[in-house]
């Protein structure tokens, strides 16, 4: 069946510094891929997502680019804040009123 | 725009006591509606989808059910709860449609954070 894999967790980096969670996936066909961000105490929030192979999606300085080949959507910034700081989920879907595949989230915290 | 509220943001039951969580979604018409379940250090599990009042479909079986009675309205129950069914249970909705250009992202609630002792 599909799934997703994310890098453990945590992550730790200053203020200012480059950001890459991995993400891989393993599914037929071609999904559409996306990035949840989840603050503490709080639901599931879209950051951002692509719809087919070599899609680039980008929101609040956050990017992740859909690579078919390697089966990867990792996501990135280049310079973090401390406001970042929350749990990075990763997941797919086949079609629209399905289930969204989820990885296991990756806890970034950034210090000042 | 779409909004979503689930109720209540906390809840402390006993083992053996009934559970009624209620899921809201206003701004829009026929969505489907999902429950997820994230216990403490794992990902996010479907519990149940639908895509129509009445329409109930389950991922995993256990001791909860859901009923949607309204539209817009989802709601999970248990008649018995287990310390196992701790967690934290959110809510979802995605714009339902057919064929291309129907976007397959879902929108999540806030959330219930249950702990059963």
């Known amino acids: 069946g599909d799934s997703v894999t994310q890098m453990e967790g945590p992550v730790t980096l200053s203020e200012e510094a480059c950001l890459t969670i991995n993400c891989t996936y393993t599914a037929t066909g071609y999904p559409s891929l996306f990035w949840y961000v989840q603050y503490p105490g709080e639901g599931l929030q879209l950051l951002l997502k692509?719809?087919?192979?070599?899609d680039k999606g980008s929101n609040k300085g956050f990017e992740a680019t859909y690579r078919k080949e390697t089966t990867s959507f990792h996501l990135e910034k280049g310079s973090v804040q401390v406001s970042d700081s929350a749990v990075y989920f990763c997941a797919l879907s086949h079609q629209a009123g399905t289930a969204l595949i989820f990885g296991k989230g990756t806890t970034l915290s950034v210090s000042s | 725009s779409q909004t979503i509220h689930q109720w209540p943001a906390t809840l402390v039951q006993p083992v053996g006591s009934p559970l009624s969580l209620e899921c809201t979604v206003e701004g829009t018409s026929n969505p489907n509606l999902y429950w997820y379940r994230q216990a403490a250090g794992r990902g996010l599990q479907l519990l149940f989808y639908?895509?129509?009042?009445?329409?109930i479909s389950s991922e995993v079986p256990q001791n909860l059910s859901a009923s949607r009675p309204q539209d817009r309205q989802f709601i999970l129950s248990s008649k018995k709860l287990l310390l196992s069914d701790s967690g934290f249970y959110l809510c979802?909705?995605?714009?339902?449609?057919?064929?291309?250009?129907?976007?397959?992202?879902?929108?999540f609630g806030p959330g219930t954070r249950l702990t059963v002792t």
């Open positions: 639908s895509v129509g009042i009445g329409q």
């Open positions: 979802a909705w995605s714009p339902r449609g057919a064929g291309t250009g129907v976007p397959y992202e879902q929108y």
């Open positions: 692509a719809t087919k192979a070599d």
